[in-house]
T-cell receptor, first 115, second 112 residues
């Protein structure tokens, strides 16, 4: 299984600012994903981070609000832009090899509180 | 939207088997059944997955009915550390357009 780390593990931010979350994997993976988990809720897929191309966003999520980078096969970033208190959530990255009925592994998450 | 239905919560006595049901009556022939769990404040943890046959690993067993419209995750000897939210998910492989879509899951409480 892949070992995934995220930075920061938690942060408290002021509204109107932006935060970039990093996701690092210990091996090369084809697919990386970003999820959001709002307080007391289940996980919601934000986007798929594609290496060498634009991220693919799910309905309700836009690039201007959640820009994503994927510079190589082991690293991705998610930026939460122009934050408001509604963005307070846990943000999780996950990875998958993408070659079949593979397992998707999750990072520990980044807890974000926006004041 | 999630394609599965799970009970909101369940209790289990420590040391006993925990049987978590999941209904997925609209599952298609090439969709897999996956189970994950999320212990409080942590990222989801993969447990097991299957297509048609029953599966077993070091964590759990997955029993899929013959018509594939439902399944049961079995934790054979539940411990307090198994207290978590358990998610049943059906999906295609990613290279066939599949994604992990999480429902609300079952909150399992293992009690002494």
């Amino acid at each position: 299984s892949a070992v995934i780390s995220q930075k920061p593990s938690r942060d408290i931010c002021q509204r109107g600012t932006s935060l970039t979350i990093q996701c690092q994997v210990d091996s090369q993976v084809t697919m990386m994903f970003w999820y959001r988990q709002q307080p007391g809720q289940s996980l919601t897929l934000i986007a798929t981070a594609n290496q060498g191309s634009e991220a693919t966003y799910e309905s309700g999520f836009v690039i201007d609000k959640f820009p994503i980078s994927r510079p190589n096969l082991t690293f991705s970033t998610l930026t939460v832009s122009n934050m408001s208190p509604e963005d307070s959530s846990i943000y999780l990255c996950s990875v998958e090899s993408g070659t079949g009925p593979e397992t998707q592994y999750f990072g520990p998450g980044t807890r974000l509180l926006v004041l | 939207d999630a394609k599965t239905t799970q009970p909101t919560s369940m209790d289990c006595a420590e040391g006993r088997a925990a049987n978590l049901p999941c209904n997925h009556s609209t599952i298609s022939g090439n969709e897999y059944v996956y189970w994950y769990r999320q212990i409080h404040s942590q990222g989801p943890q993969y447990i097991i997955h299957g297509l048609k046959n029953n599966e077993t690993n070091e964590m759990a067993s997955l029993i899929i009915t013959e018509d594939r419209k439902s399944s049961t995750l079995i934790l054979p000897h539940a411990t307090l550390r198994d207290t978590a939210v358990y998610y049943c998910i059906v999906r295609l492989p990613y290279n066939q357009g599949g994604k992990l879509i999480f429902g609300q899951g079952t909150e399992l409480s293992v009690k002494p």
